[in-house]
């Protein structure tokens, strides 16, 4: 037991940075619980579409901009545009709140400031720059608030903080 104890000690970095973890777990948590909510509401088709239009667009950026100053990561290297935790963190953040609690204000702050906080922690950990960031949460956004109308009457667009 204790040799395990050992060995998961050290199988941990030694400074991990839980701003930085945080940020990594919203990259996928987000989008999870989104894909559980579009699973239960019968929307699961749309909602994969959406994401792998979206990966597909954020992976295709940072490849064709690779090598161009815009993509130059702040710890020199390349591949920096745009950020695919922010982009992640901000699509399942603009699903949930707009699809999954679309009139639930407290939902979609806590919702949309998890993914501002995810591109903030990608700032401070010196993976990104502030507009590789935002532009990832920008696309994430655009892509997670929308709706491709499969299985339903239309297409729409919702963010989901009703005012």
Not at 51 to 74: E, F, H, M, N
Not at 99 to 127: Q, W
């Amino acid at each position: 037991m204790r040799s395990l104890v050992l060995i998961a000690a050290f199988a941990t970095p030694a400074a991990a940075d839980p701003f930085e973890d945080f940020g990594t777990a919203m990259k996928y948590g987000l989008p999870l619980a989104a894909a559980v909510c579009a699973a239960r509401d019968d929307r699961l088709e749309d909602f994969a579409l959406r994401g792998a239009l979206q990966t597909v667009l954020v992976l295709g950026l940072k490849t064709w901009l690779d090598g161009t100053p815009i993509s130059l990561r702040p710890t020199g290297e390349g591949k920096g545009f745009p950020s695919g935790h922010s982009a992640a963190a901000a699509f399942g953040a603009a699903d949930l709140a707009g699809k999954c609690f679309p009139d639930d204000r407290a939902a979609g702050i806590g919702l949309y400031g998890a993914a501002g906080l995810t591109a903030a922690s990608r700032v401070h950990a010196g993976e990104h720059t502030m507009p590789q960031a935002l532009t990832g949460a920008l696309i994430g956004l655009s892509f997670g608030a929308a709706d491709f109308g499969i299985g339903t009457e239309g297409a729409s667009f919702s963010v989901g903080l009703r005012f």
